[in-house]
């Protein structure tokens, strides 16, 4: 059975940090691409990031990487600001292939001013 699995989402202040974590298993972690997006209450889910592609919006305060040997990807994310505020999911895409296949269950972040 695959899971992914996120963590380390909460309640932050405006300009905090907080670092996301995306357990996988079940898969061959290496051979999956993985990614992270967010929704926000009334809007769409949204792409965030992957290790090589920003969304304009976190570009300089997001930073995605991951441990192969943990099989865990990471969301670091700086300088938060309210607009943050979603529930962030990761997503795993087997290598070459376009549509993400597995999906976490979602961790709430919250971003006061």
């Known amino acids: 059975q695959v899971q992914l699995v996120e963590s380390g989402g909460g309640l932050v202040q405006a300009g905090g940090s907080l670092r996301l974590s995306c357990a996988a298993s079940?898969?061959?972690?290496?051979?999956?691409?993985m990614g992270w997006f967010r929704q926000a209450p009334g809007k769409e889910r949204e792409f965030v990031a992957t290790s090589t592609y920003y969304t304009d919006s976190v570009k300089g305060r997001f930073t995605v990487f991951r441990d192969n040997a943990k099989n865990t990807v990471y969301l670091q994310m700086n300088s938060l600001k309210p607009e943050d505020t979603a529930v962030y999911y990761c997503a795993a895409r087997l290598n070459g292939v376009r549509d993400y296949r597995y999906w976490g269950q979602g961790t709430q972040v919250t971003v006061a001013s």
């Open positions: 079940g898969l061959t972690f290496s051979t999956y691409a």
